[in-house]
């Protein structure tokens, strides 16, 4: 189909050229064409040009105060404080009549305006690690490690679960964050 199209418009230009007698009005008109092609492509380029030193600036971070390493299971998150020589910790799902498939055992801490890398894994199938007021969804891989930059300017318990209809009942995989000072996050990683 591409052929076609390429040799009917070869032979259109070529026939156009090659006679002595043509349609004055068909070349008419050449600089509106050029200007209704020229200005929508700076139109996108003024526009892509922000968006990408945005995609790259929220890439590219400096050094992260904390690593944290989240991996998802079939029924519960796994946090590791990988820089901060942290066991790992589970976080099972509690009942609780306030936070319905919300309240966790345990908790993930972090500190207030400090930046935080976490790296998104999982260990069976497909999860989504997902806080919504933290605005921070990313996808948990088997095998593939995501990763992510979180920082909070606001003290707080955040919540949230899993977003991937990854199995029967795997979707209330809950998540529960605190964002707390610095001094509250060193004791509270010192209890664990």
């Not at 690593?67 to 942290?86: D, E, P």
Request: positive net charge; charged residues 20%; aromatic residues 10%.
């Amino acid at each position: 189909m591409l052929t076609l199209v390429i040799i009917l418009t070869l032979y259109l230009i070529i026939s156009l050229t090659k006679r002595k007698k043509y349609n004055k009005f068909i070349i008419e008109g050449q600089e509106i064409e050029t200007i209704w092609t020229i200005l929508p492509a700076l139109i996108l380029i003024f526009i892509a040009l922000p968006s990408l030193k945005t995609l790259y600036l929220m890439e590219d971070t400096k050094t992260p105060s904390i690593t944290v390493k989240i991996t998802g299971h079939q029924w519960y998150w796994s946090y590791q404080y990988t820089s901060l020589n942290v066991i790992e910790t589970e976080n099972f799902i509690e009942r609780s009549k306030i936070l319905r498939l919300l309240k966790t055992r345990e908790i993930l801490y972090l500190p207030v305006n400090i930046l935080v890398r976490s790296l998104v894994t999982s260990a069976d199938v497909i999860h989504s690690w997902t806080i919504p007021s933290l605005g921070t969804k990313v996808d948990a891989l088997p095998g593939r490690l995501n990763q992510i930059f979180l920082f909070s300017k606001r003290v707080g318990l955040f919540s949230g679960q899993c977003s991937e209809i990854c199995g029967t009942n795997h979707s209330f995989i809950p998540i529960l964050i605190i964002v707390s000072s610095p001094k509250e996050f060193i004791k509270k990683i010192k209890d664990l």
